[in-house]
């Protein structure tokens, strides 16, 4: 079982960026795919974005041109960078890494809060 460990949420005023960080255990997760996932209040878990073992990268049509996803496999790290952010990004964050995306270790959260 990986342990996904996530960082670097909080509070930003709309238009702002965050850089969410998740360090994973264990140096097999290179064969992983990694990925990020949100959920509002009141609504499903949505996939933010995610990439492959082989680093192809995807991001939700909605969120495309704002956020870029990348992994560094040397330190079994994930990143969302989050640019000009809006109140509607607003929910919590999670990690995921598998076999396939969506599938796997979950980490805890963290909150992304996006003022207007």
């Known amino acids: 079982q990986v342990q996904l460990v996530e960082s670097g949420g909080g509070w930003v005023q709309a238009g702002g960026s965050l850089r969410l960080s998740c360090a994973a255990s264990g140096s097999i997760v290179r064969l992983y795919a990694m990925g990020w996932y949100r959920q509002a209040p009141g609504k499903e878990r949505e996939l933010v974005a995610f990439?492959?073992?082989?680093?192809?990268?995807n991001v939700a049509d909605s969120d495309k041109g704002r956020f870029t996803i990348s992994r560094d496999n040397a330190k079994s790290t994930v990143y969302l960078q989050m640019n000009s952010l809006k109140p509607e990004d607003t929910a919590v964050y999670y990690c995921n890494a598998g076999l396939t995306i969506g599938t796997g270790s979950w980490g805890q959260g963290t909150q992304v809060t996006v003022s207007s």
């Open positions: 990439v492959t073992r082989g680093g192809t990268t």
